[in-house]
C-alpha cells in the first residue's frame, strides 16, 4: 500500500448519485418540513483503489441534480490530482474565485473533500479520528427531535431516556409562546431533571419575540436555546443574547469559517455547532475547531453523524455530536449509538460505505 503523501496516489474519478431516502420522522420546523433526505452519495476513487465516500444533503429534491452535476464537474477537475486534501481545497478555491464558494458550489466542495479525507485514511489503513491525530473514544451525543407536539414528543423523549441519551433537543417555535411553554414541560416531566433539554427555533422568531419567548422558558431548565433568529443577522442574535440569561447556540448556517469568524466577532452565540458540509468538510471544520478553541466556544455537530463522531474526537472544545439518521437507510453499517453517545468505528476511513441493494431502490436519475 503506498504512503499516503506519496504523490503517485491521485485521484482516477469521482461518481455522484442522487438518492432521496425515507426518514422514520418528518423533521418538522417553525419554517417548513422536511419530508425526506435527499442525498447525493459520491465516491472519490483514488490511483492505489482505495475509494472515498460522502455524501451531501440537500434539504429539498428539487437541488439534488443540480447538485450533483455540481460534484461531478469539480470532480473533473480534481482528476489526476494528488490526493492531498488541503491541496485539493486550494485548487477548488481558485477555481471558484469568482464564483464563491457558498450554495451548491459550497456544498459539493465539502463532499468533494470529505471524501478525499476518506480515501486518505483507507489508504493509510487508519480510521479518520487517527489519520488527524486523535483516538476513538465516546462522544456524548444529543438526540435530535422535531416540532413533534406534546403526544409524539413525549414518545420520542422517553425512548431517547432509555436508549441512554442524557441530551435531546426538540424543535420549538409554535403559534403561541403558551404552546412552546407546554410541550417544553410535558418534555421535561417525561425526561426528569437529569436529562438537559435543548430548543431550537429554526429562526423563526423577530428579535423582541425571540427575547420575549426565551425568558419564558430561563425556568424551564433550557440547556441552550439554538438560532431564535435570521442566522445571517449576527448583531440581532448579539442583541437578543445580551438580554436572555439562557446560551444561545448557532453555526449549522455558516458557509464556511469566515461567516463563522464574523460571527464571532460580533459576539452573537455562546455556543457553536458547525454543519460538516457547509463549513467546508473536514478541512473546513479543522479550521472551525481553532476558531472555537481560541475563545472557549464548546463546539457541537449539525447532522452528519457518522463523520462528526471523527471530526469532534480531534476537536479542542468537543462537546455535543447530533444524532439525526439521515443516510443510515443506503449504508451498509450505520453508525451505532451506545449508552447516549457514539465512537468512531474501527475500520480505515469515516466507515461510510453503501448500501447498493438499497441505493438502487432509492435512486433519483436525472430525466
Known sequence: MNHPTDPS??????????????????????VGVVAT?????????????????????????????????MVTALGEVLKGQPLAPFDLDRLLAQRLRLLGRTGLAGMACAGLDMAAWDALAVARGL???????????????????????????VQRAERAVAQGFGAIKTKVGYA???????????????????????????QGLAGPEAVR??????????????EPTLQEDYAGHARIRAQVRLPIQMGENWCGPDEMAKALEAGACDLVMPDAMKIGGVTGWLRAATLAQARGLPMSSHIFQEVSVHLLAVTPTCHLLERMDLAGPVLAEPLAFENGGAIAPPQPGTGIAWNEKAVRRFEVRAC
Open 37 to 69: 433526505a435527499p442525498l447525493v452519495l459520491i465516491d472519490l476513487h483514488a490511483s492505489d483503489g482505495s475509494i472515498g465516500r460522502a455524501y451531501l444533503f440537500t434539504y429539498t429534491p428539487l437541488a439534488l441534480e443540480a447538485t450533483r452535476q
Open 127 to 153: 480510521p479518520l479520528v487517527e489519520l488527524l491525530g486523535g483516538r476513538r473514544r465516546p462522544i456524548a451525543a444529543y438526540d435530535s427531535h422535531s416540532l413533534d407536539g406534546v403526544e409524539l414528543g
Open 176 to 202: 403561541t409562546l403558551a404552546e412552546d411553554l407546554r410541550v417544553v414541560r410535558a418534555l421535561r416531566q417525561a425526561i426528569g431533571d437529569d436529562t438537559q433539554l435543548l430548543v431550537d427555533y429554526n
Open 9 to 30: 496516489i491521485l485521484i482516477a474519478a469521482v461518481q455522484a448519485r442522487a438518492v432521496n431516502v425515507p426518514l422514520e420522522f418528518p423533521v418538522r420546523t417553525s
Open 213 to 226: 419567548r426565551i425568558h419564558a422558558l430561563e425556568g424551564e431548565g433550557i440547556g441552550w436555546v439554538e
